[in-house]
């Protein structure tokens, strides 16, 4: 067999996908042959998330059917409440998510079936409870009860509803909503590639989702709209961008967060979406700081790149953060929320990962010494 190493497993196809198609020349990102440029704003995430399951958009029965599947799944084991009291001071958010998936399939009776009855009611009862997860744990390490979710409203309103315990405007509920539409699904990229790769073993959702909360957490994937804003935070002014940027582009390797992308060569679409939905934030606030900074930076990024030759453009992590920033989430709840989205995407994935499945089992071209004879232990 030819030993082609594509390290990152950049440019390998794993599979066919009928999902999601991304023209990272043009800027493209299609779900289910909607651009996402066709259902930010006006479609809700639980459309989305119906549209990435079952193929189309759904109708305003299929809809309202929808979201009575997933009414009953807004709770939580009140096991997850005590997992979290009991975490260490400092445990990070998507730590404890991870956790907390993890716990959540001793409370299913049948959390190891992979045949797609089972697998769509995990994935059901995991959009309705991601959120509540999420804003469980910001309310217990504030020292705060969690809230009751309400069934009648929907996942993007219970976030907010079951993080501040009061009832969101429509206009936040419309940013979340868009906020998670775009960061619903993204081919395979590293976490659903994960989820993907956990469940070609056969084994259960919960064991796939917890894999894939685990890769997403990572500082080069969903972890940067975190290092975003940490890094807002320590530039802390408008004049102080340039330098910062200027500091991290002259160390070797150095990366700055929120730009870059493995399939976008011009500006993510998602980006392009939430600099808007940023840009209307800071006006309606009248607080344009971190949307300002957020200008700047991509400003001296442009500058510096040109020069480079390369194009390294901002990307859905980017002005994600100041989004959240202005919602006034904390800097290390922007991954949760990230997973509170992209649980659609890992589900629809791994409902045609479990349809047709081939164990994934890549090579690793050895580079070790060969030939060694074995010592006793007291004579090496
Ligand atoms: N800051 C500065 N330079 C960057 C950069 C960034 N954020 N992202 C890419 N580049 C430059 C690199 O210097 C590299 O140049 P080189 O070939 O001369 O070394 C070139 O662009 C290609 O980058 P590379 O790291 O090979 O791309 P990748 O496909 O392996 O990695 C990312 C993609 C996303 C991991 C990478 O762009 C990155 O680390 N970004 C910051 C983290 C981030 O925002 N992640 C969220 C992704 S949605």
Same mark, same amino acid.
Request: with cysteine; aromatic share 10%.
């Given at each position: 067999?030819?030993?082609?190493?594509?390290?990152?497993?950049?440019?390998?196809?794993?599979?066919?996908? %009928?999902?999601?198609?991304?023209?990272?020349? /043009?800027?493209?990102?299609?779900?289910?042959?909607?651009?996402?440029?066709?259902?930010?704003?006006?479609?809700?995430?639980?459309?989305?998330?119906?549209?990435?399951?079952?193929?189309?958009?759904?109708?305003?029965?299929?809809?309202? %059917?929808?979201? %009575?599947?997933?009414?009953?799944?807004?709770?939580?084991?009140?096991?997850? !409440?005590?997992?979290?009291?009991?975490?260490?001071?400092?445990?990070?958010?998507?730590?404890?998510?991870?956790?907390?998936?993890?716990?959540?399939?001793?409370?299913?009776?049948?959390?190891?079936?992979?045949?797609?009855?089972?697998?769509?009611?995990?994935?059901?009862?995991?959009?309705?409870?991601?959120?509540?997860?999420?804003?469980?744990?910001?309310?217990?390490?504030?020292?705060?009860?969690?809230?009751?979710?309400?069934?009648?409203?929907? &996942?993007?309103?219970?976030?907010?509803?079951?993080?501040?315990?009061?009832?969101?405007?429509?206009?936040?509920?419309?940013?979340?909503?868009?906020?998670?539409?775009?960061?619903?699904?993204?081919?395979?990229?590293?976490?659903?590639?994960?989820?993907?790769?956990?469940?070609?073993?056969?084994?259960?959702?919960?064991?796939?989702?917890?894999?894939?909360?685990?890769?997403?957490?990572?500082?080069?994937?969903?972890? %940067?709209?975190?290092?975003?804003?940490?890094?807002?935070?320590?530039?802390?002014?408008?004049?102080?961008?340039?330098?910062?940027?200027?500091?991290?582009?002259?160390?070797?390797?150095?990366?700055?967060?929120?730009?870059?992308?493995? &399939?976008?060569?011009?500006?993510?679409?998602?980006?392009?979406?939430?600099?808007?939905?940023?840009?209307?934030?800071?006006?309606?606030?009248?607080?344009?700081?971190?949307?300002?900074?957020?200008?700047?930076?991509?400003?001296?990024?442009?500058?510096?790149?040109?020069?480079?030759?390369?194009?390294? /453009?901002?990307?859905?992590?980017?002005?994600?953060?100041?989004?959240?920033?202005?919602?006034?989430?904390?800097?290390?709840?922007?991954?949760?929320?990230?997973?509170?989205?992209?649980?659609?995407?890992?589900?629809?994935?791994? !409902?045609?990962?479990?349809?047709?499945?081939?164990?994934?089992?890549?090579?690793? &071209?050895?580079?070790?010494?060969?030939?060694?004879?074995?010592?006793?232990?007291?004579?090496?």
């Amino acid at each position: 067999m030819e030993q082609t190493i594509n390290r990152g497993l950049d440019g390998v196809y794993i599979d066919e996908s %009928a999902i999601c198609f991304i023209d990272g020349g /043009k800027g493209q990102l299609v779900y289910r042959g909607y651009d996402i440029r066709e259902l930010a704003g006006k479609a809700s995430f639980e459309e989305v998330a119906y549209l990435l399951w079952r193929g189309e958009l759904p109708d305003r029965a299929q809809l309202d %059917a929808f979201r %009575a599947r997933l009414a009953p799944y807004f709770r939580v084991p009140p096991a997850v !409440y005590d997992l979290y009291r009991s975490l260490p001071a400092g445990t990070s958010p998507m730590a404890a998510l991870r956790s907390a998936v993890s716990l959540l399939a001793g409370f299913d009776e049948q959390p190891d079936g992979v045949d797609e009855a089972n697998v769509h009611r995990i994935g059901t009862q995991l959009l309705a409870q991601f959120p509540l997860l999420v804003a469980a744990f910001q309310r217990i390490r504030a020292g705060q009860e969690p809230v009751e979710p309400r069934p009648d409203l929907s &996942v993007a309103a219970n976030f907010l509803y079951t993080l501040t315990g009061e009832e969101p405007s429509p206009a936040a509920t419309r940013v979340m909503d868009v906020a998670l539409v775009l960061h619903a699904e993204h081919g395979s990229n590293a976490s659903t590639f994960v989820a993907r790769a956990t469940a070609s073993t056969l084994t259960d959702v919960y064991s796939a989702i917890t894999a894939a909360v685990g890769a997403l957490k990572g500082p080069l994937h969903g972890g %940067a709209n975190t290092a975003v804003m940490k890094a807002l935070e320590e530039i802390g002014s408008l004049e102080a961008v340039e330098p910062y940027v200027m500091g991290v582009l002259a160390k070797p390797g150095g990366r700055v967060m929120g730009f870059g992308h493995r &399939v976008y060569k011009v500006l993510d679409p998602r980006a392009e979406i939430l600099k808007e939905v940023s840009r209307g934030l800071a006006e309606e606030s009248g607080d344009s700081k971190w949307f300002e900074m957020s200008l700047e930076m991509e400003r001296v990024m442009d500058r510096e790149m040109a020069k480079k030759g390369k194009q390294v /453009k901002p990307n859905v992590d980017f002005f994600s953060a100041s989004v959240y920033r202005m919602l006034g989430f904390p800097g290390d709840m922007y991954t949760p929320i990230f997973a509170v989205a992209r649980i659609a995407g890992w589900m629809a994935h791994l !409902y045609e990962q479990y349809a047709d499945n081939r164990i994934m089992r890549p090579r690793l &071209v050895y580079t070790g010494p060969t030939g060694k004879t074995f010592t006793p232990i007291d004579e090496r």
